[in-house]
């Protein structure tokens, strides 16, 4: 399975400010993607990070809002931008093998007062 | 719109009992299904998955099993233990296509009590 690092793993920030979350694979994978975890809710996906290209945002989500780098096949960043208190959640990193499989790092715990 | 969901927002049993965790999808294009474990502060972790093309696949004290006529999925945990408590996710993939995310359904809290 793939060691999936985030950081930072939580943080407590001021309304109007931003964020950039980080998350390192320890090996090559072909997607990550973004989620996000509302307190005692699922998983929804954010988007698909792209290696080298703008990412790929699922319905409810925009770039504006939440730019999402991916420089190299083994790292990316998701930046939370303007917060609001609404954006309070767990926002988690994922990567996939050829495979299929997903895995989830630990996710980063953010609240916005 | 394609969703994956969950019969029980929780279940409780006995250590030592099976522990049955169902869940029901929607799109009958889905061809990979993951249960997830979730514990308390911790990201989701993989326990076991499916292909389309088999209806039952057996891991350590863990089962899934897929009925594509139905379109359920679910999750035996054999003699349940008090680890096993978490949140339980089903997930599907968004499409057939290589590489493509997952959809999570809404989870079920599993306690275990000794």
């Known amino acids: 399975s793939a060691v999936i690092s985030q950081k930072p793993s939580r943080d407590i920030c001021q309304r109007g400010t931003s964020l950039t979350i980080q998350c390192q694979v320890d090996s090559q994978v072909t997607m990550m993607f973004w989620y996000r975890q509302q307190p005692g809710q699922s998983l929804t996906l954010i988007a698909t990070a792209n290696q080298g290209s703008e990412a790929t945002y699922e319905s409810g989500f925009v770039i504006d809002k939440f730019p999402i780098s991916r420089p190299n096949l083994t790292f990316s960043t998701l930046t939370v931008s303007n917060m609001s208190p609404e954006d309070s959640s767990i926002y988690l990193c994922?990567?996939?093998?050829?495979?299929?499989?997903?895995?989830f790092g630990e996710g980063s715990r953010l609240t916005v007062l | 719109g394609e969703s994956v969901g969950l019969h029980l927002p929780t279940l409780s049993v006995q250590e030592g009992d099976n522990s049955i965790i169902n869940c029901a999808y929607s799109?009958?294009?889905?061809?990979?299904f993951i249960w997830y474990k979730q514990e308390s502060g911790k990201g989701p972790q993989f326990i076991i998955d499916i292909r389309s093309n088999m209806d039952k696949r057996q891991g350590q004290r863990v089962t899934v099993l897929l009925n594509k006529t139905v379109k359920h999925l679910s999750l035996q945990i054999a003699a349940t233990q008090p680890g096993d408590s978490a949140v339980y996710f089903c997930a599907e993939n968004k499409s057939n296509q290589a590489g493509t995310a997952l959809i999570f359904g809404k989870g079920t809290t599993l306690s275990v009590s000794s």
């Open positions: 994922s990567a996939a093998y050829n495979t299929g499989e997903l895995f």
């Open positions: 799109n009958s294009a889905s061809d990979y």
